[in-house]
């Protein structure tokens, strides 16, 4: 799922050739965000355009040559005056008279020609990892590109045999090269995607226009009158940082070095460059902007901005008794929520403050809807996926925290706050405690080496992150006991998970966000409910997200089987606020609501509950020593591991495989667990007490 869609897309023809264009936004400035070379498209700039679309108008097009727009045949086609002739022409389209424009790589250089060519229609030219046609040979980059080789091993890759007969290992070894950083396993897999939606004959003839001479050199960068500013990695592999420099210098323009950054740092360093680039934009416009609301640091209350994660409305309840402790700890605290629905709903409901900005927040749990199918959400995979979502929300949350002058941020699962604050500490602006109820990404046995590999990465990141940065968290807490986390390793070479979690975490035991006395006498709670004395209840619910409707849906179809064997069961099904109720089917004996007030309280007095696998849920119907039948998500690694295995420590639940499972094994399990007395382990019930403590010392 896209963070942002755009406000308006389109094609323009210009000598017979369409070249597809987008536009986000509506700000009174333009930024125009150009194709570099045609190996890539206009989803290079993914990062960027949900941010800056949020302050300025933002055009983007893909090259000729690759996305949505015509392939050419020839290298004349692909001359560089070509690619700015067709700016020129999506300017007019959109009918944009003067924009800031931003090249990156030979993006760059079209951003020069544009500058110096048309400086009415440029407000200031940022060129970024700059591959200037001048500094070194193009006859023998021609000569090298169109030779023969016995081998092909390292740079000899760029070249017109081995692109026929291995186009992918020439894509997969340039990214390499453009993404030296550690841990860029994702940008590297997009990029490589993206270069194989072109041919290799179009990105042949992208080769060949642009070894052709265009007298489009030095004088071009000499004659820029608008503000330039010129930025480069001192890691780059594809073009020299002499090179940027050299830019520079020509253009008289401020140089600014990336250390340890590669050639695309707008995917690898998206926060800095989204920062720069709109600082530059800000500048080159004459824009001014201040904060609405400067507070003196002794006549202010103590304020939190409290994130809740929005997969589960578990979260949400558990959060909202920890605030309610915190307040307790720390009168007259100002606490803003940042969050997204339905998170949003349950805080509205609760009477408290959720922050404007939460309705920039780009919605997490429609992304992961999006990515499942038939009970089957490959979890990791889709976080993977949401890596744009997190870049948009993270420079939603890091704007409120710098107006806002808070205390401290609570994150709970926000992984992107975790993520990006130790990208860049110099970003963190108050206090941080970060909440999690797991730690350590796990591979599916259906990944094979591949995932094995691509998490370990990705926890060998988040450990060096902590490792080099022990600041950034404040205070970390983990959901839960040292037990509750999973044995093992968290990779090849790399620490054991609880031994290395008691090291760097507080444990604040399970918050369930119950109050026990509320549950304590079931024959009143379900009196009160409207449960009579002898029938029996059978409650179904999926939580908050969308994923679960399958299971929903095979669970109505077990019904009368088990309504044949018991006859006097009521079926309860809660599809919660992200499913249409009407899209389920109907069966006798079977309520289906969309929403029902209070339902931890239904679940604590029901005989029997039927759920999707997430901890929450579980962990509640655990504390109410409710019956419950289980079914994780295939491929969810939380839910197959870290929940089972928390579940197993509290002999709590019957676990059940959806994908094994026929109607008749469900309704056979029902049957069987309806009447099953529980002796579950004993969950303590003051988590949110000793979790606001642990908060309280940071305010």
Known sequence: MRARQPDQSGHVERDGVRIYYEVFGDGPSTLLLLPAWSIAHSRMWKAQAPYLARHYRVITFDGRGNGLSDRPAGAEAYRAWEFVADAIAVLDATETERAVVVGLSQGSHFAAILAARHPDRVAGAMLVSSAAPFGHN???EKQAFLAHHE?????????????????????????????????????????????????????????????????????????????????HGD???????????HVAELTGAPFVTLEGSGHIPTARDPVTMNRMIRDFADRATGRITAPAIIRRGLGRRNRVLYLSSPIGLGHGRRDLAIARQLRRLRPGLEIDWLAQHPVTALLDKAGEATHPASRLLVNESAHIESEACEHDLHVFEALRRMDEILVANFMVFQDVVEEGQYDLVVADEAWDVDHFWHEHPELKRCGL?????????????????????LTADYNAEMIEHIDRYPGVRDRAIFVGDPEDIVGGAFGAGLPEIRTWAQDHFDFSGYITGIDAGEIADRSALRNRLGYAKDEKVCIVTVGGSGVGVALLKRIIQASEAVRRRVPDLRFLIVAGPRIDPASLPQAAGVEIRGYVDDLHLHLAACDLAVVQGGLTTCMELTAAGTPFIYFPLHNHFEQQVHVRHRLGRHAAGRCMDYLASTVDDIAEAIVQEIDRPVTYRAVRGDGDVRAAEMLAELI
């Open 138 to 140: 193009l006859s023998r």
């Open 151 to 231: 081998t092909h091993e390292g740079w000899a890759k760029y070249n017109k045999d081995y692109w026929q007969s291995d186009y992918r290992g020439f894509t997969e070894f340039f990214f390499q090269q453009a993404f030296p950083e550690p841990h860029s396993s994702k940008q590297i897999e997009d990029a490589v995607a993206w270069a194989n939606e072109t041919d290799v004959a179009t990105l042949t003839d992208t080769v060949l226009g642009r070894l052709l001479p265009d007298g489009e050199g030095e004088e071009v960068y000499r004659g820029i009158r608008s503000p330039v500013l010129v930025v």
């Open 235 to 245: 890691q780059d592999r594809i073009t020299p940082l002499a090179g940027g420099k």
């Open 433 to 453: 405690a970060w909440f999690t109820d797991f730690i350590g990404y796990m591979p599916m046995p259906e990944g094979g080496e591949r995932e094995a590999g």
